[in-house]
T-cell receptor, first 111, second 115 residues
Framework: DQQVKQNSPSLSVQEGRISILNCDYT??????FLWYKKYPAEGPTFLIS?????DKNEDGRFTVFLNKSAKHLSLHIVPSQPGDSAVYFC??????????FGKGTRLHILP | KAGVTQTPRYLIKTRGQQVTLSCSPI?????VSWYQQTPGQGLQFLFE???????NKGNFPGRFSGRQFSNSRSEMNVSTLELGDSALYLC??????????????FGEGSRLTVL
């Protein structure tokens, strides 16, 4: 039962363009959503989060959008840089419960 | 301050053996969560410990167990290893428990290969 779904295993984007990574969830009880980034041979690192009371959160080049009615969130990276090439994990939780991760999307930034 | 430390980083076992993995959280963090990462399955939640108590458990068989000590260090154990247990096991710590903050600090993982 995949409660957090990242349907695109990989994505290739030209350097300088916008990268959009998508995530869908099924559990309406989730009230906190996060994105993590993972490089090979390293543990995931926290990137950005959003509470269910908001529909947008921005941090530098990274913006997360939340559409609660569609149970969908997306991560926008503008402009994309070579160092952004990594696996991105979407995650969700409700307070006092475990954090559930998606399967990840591998982002390739092309020169 | 020092990050999350996992030992060993790599290990090879054979089917039927058991393995113990160790995790030292960031100083002051009382929550430790364990995840299994396999190709195509992403990060699957194993369990979470907070102040020596298991708070949450994922959908893994009883062969997977864990514990947390009074200094917040945690161990996980897998008994009667199967080939499918080959994976990267990630430990993550946080100051608060569960999804209260969402921001987990991960170690580099322990890569287990079962032959």
């Amino acid at each position: 039962d995949q409660q957090v779904k990242q349907n695109s295993p990989s994505l290739s984007v030209q350097e300088g363009r916008i990268s959009i990574l998508n995530c869908d969830y099924t559990n309406s009880m989730f009230d906190y959503f996060l994105w993590y980034k993972k490089y090979p041979a390293e543990g995931p690192t926290f990137l950005i989060s959003i509470s269910s009371i908001k529909d947008k959160n921005e941090d530098g080049r990274f913006t997360v959008f939340l559409n609660k009615s569609a149970k969908h969130l997306s991560l926008h990276i503008v402009p994309s840089q070579p160092g952004d090439s990594a696996v991105y994990f979407c995650a969700a939780s409700n307070r006092d419960d475990k954090i559930i991760f998606g399967k990840g999307t591998r982002l390739h930034i092309l020169p | 301050k020092a990050g999350v430390t996992q030992t060993p980083r790599y290990l090879i076992k054979t089917r039927g053996q058991q393995v113990t993995l160790s995790c030292s959280p960031i100083s002051g963090h009382r929550s430790v969560s364990w995840y299994q990462q396999t190709p195509g399955q992403g990060l699957q939640f194993l369990f979470e410990y907070f102040s020596e108590t298991q708070r949450n458990k994922g959908n893994f068989p009883g062969r997977f167990s864990g514990r947390q000590f009074s200094n917040s260090r945690s161990e996980m154990n897998v008994s009667t290893l199967e080939l499918g247990d080959s994976a990267l096991y990630l430990c993550a710590s946080s100051f608060l428990a569960g999804g209260n903050t969402g921001e987990l600090f991960f170690g580099e993982g322990s890569r287990l290969t079962v032959l």
